[in-house]
């Protein structure tokens, strides 16, 4: 039944998962900081000239906490991996939130800020604004913790409760490696986006609905509210 799905979410992806809370903001932040300090997109995007990485979970974190205003983030029980979903009807972060971005911005990066905002609205330009859908907005395994599936097996444990409620799913993918993982879970490429600098192609990618199809919003229920 959906319940026993919520209730057990190791029972069919071998992963012991749990919903994420405002309480895990900190550790979330930390594990995105440190899977993203390599990214083709993001390292340079969030690179200072001293090669300092210490400000990035600053940065990451209004994504974070804007996500965490809803139950659609999941993270492994030992916190070796993290997917941070917003749900269909979602907004990445409230306005405050949003206004914390390019302080950041200016505060971490200097002259460098433009251009990091310049790839975050050109992220925003291309997000699909048609059809409701889940959106993997941030998804990482601590480096430490890389090799052994868990960032994998917790994508598919998602998408099992996504698919219960027959809604689609989008990402954007800055690692091109990355690209045919997605592809495996039954992700395909929609879109690119360029950053101001050039650099790595950013590739958007969507899933389209499957599973049962909607019974009464149980889908949202399974996933996003319990």
Known sequence: SAMIVAMRPDMDSGISARRATAG?????????ALAFAGDPVWGP?????????????????????GALRYPATWLTTGGEAVAIWIPPGGTSMTPQQEERVPRLAAEHLGPAAGDYLELL????????????HYFLTLFGTDPGQRGHGFGMR??????DLIDAGHQPAYL?????????????VGFEPVGEIRGPRGGAVI??????????????GAGHRHFARG
Do not use: C
């Not at 895990?24 to 932040?29: E, L, S």
């Not at 917790?154 to 998408?159: G, R």
């Not at 954007?172 to 495996?184: G, K």
């Open 154 to 159: 917790l994508l598919a444990h998602n998408l």
């Open 172 to 184: 954007e993918s800055s690692n091109p490696a990355n690209d045919r993982r997605y592809a495996s």
């Open 203 to 216: 590739t958007t990618m969507w899933r389209a609905a499957r599973g049962p199809g909607p019974r009464s």
């Open 121 to 132: 609205d050109r992220f925003h330009a291309v997000h699909p604004a048609g059809e409701p």
């Open 45 to 65: 995007e969030m690179a200072r000239p001293d090669g300092s990485t210490g400000h990035h979970a600053a940065m990451w974190r209004p994504f974070v906490d």
């Open 24 to 32: 895990d903001a900190g550790r979330i932040a930390t594990i995105i």
